[in-house]
């Protein structure tokens, strides 16, 4: 199986279980204290941090179609979600 | 005789030198995804949501290409003043679309210098001008100036499109695609979409600099770094 394959079949995968951690995460993990509306920062903060990696790839792939196409994007996506909940 | 054709404007593209300097002012756009947004999983309808945003702001950008007879330079001027910038996350990645940094085009050299930061450095990317286009003759007017498209596939499979003018007939182009037999006025790259909006013609040499500062590699060896980033990125997630 070629590299590339492989990083397709796990992203799929990856994507699912993201989408399930999103789900838990939203449903209460976290609580906002306040009636407050959650700010830009605060959403991404109830990411798992290893959300950051799927979710870097979701955003290049809708963009360029697929994973490897635009790698400066999913840098700049992937160490800005780092660097917020680490 | 087709084969001729083609020949003879490589030919005129490389050696004829013609006084040609000018600056070419792109627009951006994106063309509208119609996908069924009901199959998305949560994390790709953030990412749509985040998408549109930085697109909305990428239309905001002026894609600047200035050239002379054997040199070119693509840079962006940024749409909006610091100040009036409400997501500077948002803003900063739309200045990545259509390629990141500035692109630098040599015809007598047949060499590309992409000057850009990644990976935490600043590199000087190299690559070299090819003409590997399928020509067409399916032709329109961009400006006044009548284009010819052509197109080729990317290592994912899919087209590339450009329109180019032979009237200017120079192998350059925006975001790092050259080689055509004139000038490139339209690209479309998956739904990116940068067209030619003011071409004005210099009577005098326009100066273009060469980009001096940034370690020098090729475009190959980048992408092996860039992937290993990636794989290293990967095997993180799963600690």
Known sequence: MS????????LTLS????????VNASN???????????????????IDPATCWMLADAIEVQHCGHVGCDFELWEDRYETCLSLVE | MKKIIILILIFRVFFINAQNNGIIEYKYDRISDNSQDSIKSLIQQQAS???????AYAKQHKYILKFN??????YKEEGLQSDEVEDPSTYRVSLLIFGKGIYYQNKLKRLQINQKETLHKLFRVRDTIKSDWILTYEKKTILGYK????KKKCKCGKDIIVWYTPEIPLPFGPAGYNG???????VISFKDHLKAKKIILKKN???IQEPLEGKFITKKKLEALQWEYRLKAMQRRRK
């Open chain 2, 147 to 150: 284009c010819y498209k052509a």
């Open chain 2, 205 to 207: 040499k326009i100066e």
């Open chain 2, 69 to 74: 007879n054997n040199e070119s330079l693509f």
């Open chain 2, 49 to 55: 949501k985040f998408l549109l945003d930085v697109y």
């Open chain 1, 15 to 22: 994507l699912l279980i993201a989408s399930v951690s999103f």
């Open chain 1, 3 to 10: 590299f590339h394959n492989f990083y397709k079949i796990n």
């Open chain 1, 28 to 46: 209460g993990n976290l609580t906002i204290k306040g009636n407050e509306e959650p700010t830009k920062k605060e959403k991404v903060e109830r």
């Open chain 2, 180 to 186: 055509a037999p004139g000038l490139i006025l339209e």
